[in-house]
């Protein structure tokens, strides 16, 4: 499929594209698009169909696990990195998204600290999928410490952001987890001197609403 993909124009390929969304077998879709996100990742090709808006909520999930299948692999280039960490910036956005797919992101152990840098974890904080659940993300950040020193203003920036989500109590999963891992993330913040204000004044917010108990330091 992927050479007779390759041998079309645009215009042809876009017909085939339009095709596609008609069929009512998921499953065929799904073969499609997962051969769209390798050439997209390899090559830059069909941009605006991979990130179409159009795409339904099965389709998005079998491009990211396409794409997460490549986030991991030995053999991807910087470049395809990259390109793999824009995708998910852009359907982490999508209001129909499955937002718990995005989650596996942050459970594998390897190469994530050579994948995810600064830009890349700071967007996804602000995301949607965030917003709906930061459970995840903290749990990538509280699995060690060296990351909590390494990414400290974003690890504060999630901390301030997940609070002030849980305050408002929007379509907000696992609330007790949530605030269970904030704390524990301000706890390892507030061990670096030019942050102990700044969470502090987080904690008070979690106080002051009921959403957790301010953790002793040793």
């Not at 989650?103 to 830009?119: A, G, P, R, T």
């Amino acid at each position: 499929m992927l050479k007779e993909l390759e041998s079309h124009n645009n215009d042809i390929l876009k017909s085939y594209v339009e095709k596609i969304f008609e069929l009512e077998d998921e499953e065929s879709r799904n073969i499609f698009f997962i051969c769209i996100t390798d050439f997209y990742i390899k090559q830059n090709k069909f941009e605006d169909i991979i990130k179409g808006e159009r795409n339904s909520v099965f389709v998005q999930r079998s491009i990211i696990n396409r794409i997460i299948e490549w986030l991991f692999s030995e053999e991807i280039t910087d470049i395809e990195i990259n390109r793999c960490k824009e995708l998910i910036l852009i359907f982490a956005n999508y209001k129909a998204s499955d937002t718990e797919q995005f989650f596996s992101l942050f459970y594998k152990k390897e190469n994530l600290d050579k994948i995810y840098d600064d830009d890349f974890l700071l967007s996804f904080v602000k995301s949607d999928a965030f917003s709906s659940n930061p459970y995840y993300v903290f749990h990538f950040f509280n699995d060690s410490e060296t990351r909590i020193e390494r990414y400290k203003d974003i690890v504060l920036f999630a901390c301030d952001r997940a609070v002030g989500l849980l305050i408002q109590q929007e379509n907000m999963n696992r609330e007790w987890q949530i605030s269970s891992e904030v704390n524990k993330a301000l706890n390892s913040l507030s061990k670096i001197p030019d942050l102990n204000y700044s969470c502090l004044s987080i904690w008070d917010k979690l106080y002051e609403h009921g959403l957790g108990k301010i953790n002793s330091q040793d």
